[in-house]
């Protein structure tokens, strides 16, 4: 093997292990990570990780990236593995279940992503790629509803013109074509769903709901109704 690919593999392992102990950080103490505490438990000189990661912020980066990947492979698969695509309603849940799913299963990386803004960290234009998978995910959905005719136009109704008008903005942003009403319905659909997982991801649900699962669907199948999904 040559030598540059040596190199590669060596540091692709290194800054794989350095991101799995800023994992372990992230659980145990937040996202206020600190390169010295990583490099420490990896039992390195603090100066080394900088080689890999210049800052902080480039290693909450790349967590940040990780976290919208797995995020969004877990609804993209959950959504593909509903073999009756005509199923609107069935794949809208399994997605969101999945989404219920990886976020129990990652609770530290989760609020990485959707908990209180990192202090004096703000993050690049290179997480939006990711982070826009999963509501891409149900954006397709609607737009599979829409081209077949199950999910028609309802209509401006009572859609106040300044929101309109920032829909029509992400409609000519997406190229999807939906009308506003109909996107406002899915993106009204997707908060609700990030916010019924928050709530129960951050302790809000505690001694009100033990059937967490059961009580999560119901939601989930009202917004669908919401949404308009058959």
């Known amino acids: 093997m040559p030598a540059a690919n040596i190199r590669a593999r060596a540091r692709a392992e290194m800054v794989t292990e350095i991101k799995t102990i800023a994992r372990r950080h992230l659980a145990a103490e937040g996202a206020n990570l600190s390169l010295r505490a990583v490099a420490r438990d990896m039992g390195m000189v603090s100066s080394a990780i900088y080689r890999y990661f210049p800052s902080r912020d480039d290693l909450l980066t790349a967590l940040i990236v990780d976290g919208y990947q797995a995020l969004g492979d877990a609804a993209e698969g959950a959504d593909a593995a509903v073999t009756d695509r005509a199923d609107l309603r069935g794949r809208w849940l399994a997605v969101c279940h ?28 290179e997480t939006t790629v990711q982070a826009a998978r999963t509501p891409a995910t149900l954006i397709g959905i609607l737009l599979d509803g829409f081209t077949t005719g199950v999910l028609p136009d309802p209509g401006p109704g009572d859609l106040p013109d300044p929101v309109r008008a920032d829909l029509a903005v992400l409609r000519d942003a997406l190229s999807t074509g939906l009308p506003e009403a109909l996107l406002a319905r899915g993106a009204t659909g997707w908060i609700h769903c990030f916010g019924a997982v928050s709530f129960e991801i951050f302790g809000q649900l505690n001694g009100v709901f033990e059937a967490r699962e059961e009580y999560f669907d119901h939601q989930m199948r009202r917004l669908a109704d919401q949404i308009g999904l058959p």
């Open 98 to 125: 999945a989404v219920r799913r990886w976020a129990l299963a990652h609770p530290a990386e989760y609020a990485l992503l959707f908990g209180s803004p990192v202090p004096g960290y703000a993050a690049p234009q």
